[in-house]
Nanobody, 126 residues
Framework: QVQLVESGGGLVQAGGSLRLSCAAS????????MGWFRQAPGKEREFVAR????????YYADSVKGRFTISRDNAKNTVYLQMNSLKPEDTAVYYC???????????????????WGQGTQVTVSS
């Protein structure tokens, strides 16, 4: 079982940056691939980025590639999402999630993730 708590959201102007953090409980955090997802009002939850259990393999949605960076610090049980060059269309609630299939590179499929945080709001003004 993994419990996840996101932080770092807020209001930022277009072109600005934010860094989201996701703190995880449990000694097995380092064995889980992790993902970031987002959900805008009236839209389905969508994939943003994922990182393998080792941190050595990452994958991004086309919409954020080159602007967002996912990373993890297994010693701190934390995964991060650095968001640069933010756009108004990035406005959403951002969620981190853990893939229950341990020791994998992870997936972009939202249905594969069993453990979710409560989300943090990111609002980008134009």
């Amino acid at each position: 079982q993994v419990q996840l708590v996101e932080s770092g959201g807020g209001l930022v102007q277009a072109g600005g940056s934010l860094r989201l953090s996701c703190a995880a409980s449990g000694r097995t955090f380092s064995s889980y691939a992790m993902g970031w997802f987002r959900q805008a009002p009236g839209k389905e939850r969508e994939f943003v980025a994922r990182i393998s259990w080792t941190g050595g393999n990452t994958y991004y949605a086309d919409s954020v590639k080159g602007r967002f960076t996912i990373s993890r610090d297994n010693a701190k049980n934390t995964v991060y999402l650095q968001m640069n060059s933010l756009k108004p269309e990035d406005t959403a609630v951002y969620y981190c999630a853990a893939d229950p299939a341990r020791f994998t590179i992870g997936t972009a499929n939202v249905g594969e993730y069993d453990y979710w945080g409560q989300g943090t709001q990111v609002t980008v003004s134009s």
